[in-house]
């Protein structure tokens, strides 16, 4: 008899102990009420869209939050202008814009920084095109964007 | 080559050695594989009433040998998934945060000139 309780416990255990529930409990993933104040004050540019969130897209903007005050000023401004853009990317844009940055971060120092200042010097050559009162497209012309996801 | 030469001709003497071996020999190799067997036999049995409280004798699922094996496999593997998808997690969380902080606006990394260095880099 123990022995079936025993297994029996473990094979409810694994069961749900997947990745796919460890990575997103819906039971501990908060409302947009649920959140506290100083997790609402930084997540407040998706206040809109978090009740419609997936749980693993609201858990990762969770982290994000934690991570949040231990940022300079400067870059908790750039989360906040990119936050409800980066939240209507597709879940395989983002993976996508992630394995791109994991390759930018490996790469060593000199090469990081040449990519960059490549980067800079085609935003700053496309800028008197734009005009000077079209604001910067933050958003990606992203190659995987479907028209019903496509951030505007 | 040598080498398996030499075992194959010491095989060969004693296969050769085995039909000059006089009966009380025979006997006493004979008596000395019974009680080999009958140790063995022995161990086993205590050994299955060390983990089971009765001996080993059923179904090898009854077995606690076969079950407690599998509940520790599951457990373990259990264990092992869940580790890997919080690691997982806990790697997208830290990247989305250096993204969404980094100095690179969000669209550089869907741009194509941006990706044709990066791989051009890499």
Partial sequence: ?152 | MKDQELAKEIARHLDDGLNLLNQSTLNRLKLARKEALNHYHAQRTVFGLAWAGHSSSGHSWQSSRFWLPTVALILALAGTLYWQSTQQNGDAVEIDAALLAGDLPLHAYFDEDFNAWLESSS
């Fill in chain 1, 1 to 152: 008899m123990a022995r079936v309780f025993l297994v029996a416990t473990a094979l409810w255990l694994f069961l749900h102990i997947t990745p796919a529930t460890a990575a997103a409990q819906p039971a501990q993933i908060p409302a947009w009420r649920e959140l506290t104040t100083q997790q609402q004050q930084v997540l407040a540019p998706v206040a809109d869209e978090w009740d419609k969130m997936s749980a693993v897209q609201r858990k990762h903007l969770l982290g994000v939050a934690k991570h949040y005050h231990g940022m300079k000023p400067e870059e908790q401004q750039r989360v906040q202008t990119r936050l409800k853009d980066w939240a209507k990317l597709t879940p395989e844009q983002r993976k996508a814009a992630r394995e791109k940055y994991q390759k930018l971060k490996k790469l060593p120092p000199e090469k990081r920084h040449e990519i960059k200042q490549k980067w800079k010097s085609k935003r700053e050559a496309k800028k008197p095109q734009q005009g000077s009162t079209a604001p910067a497209k933050p958003v990606p012309s992203a190659p995987l964007a479907s028209p019903a996801t496509k951030p505007q």
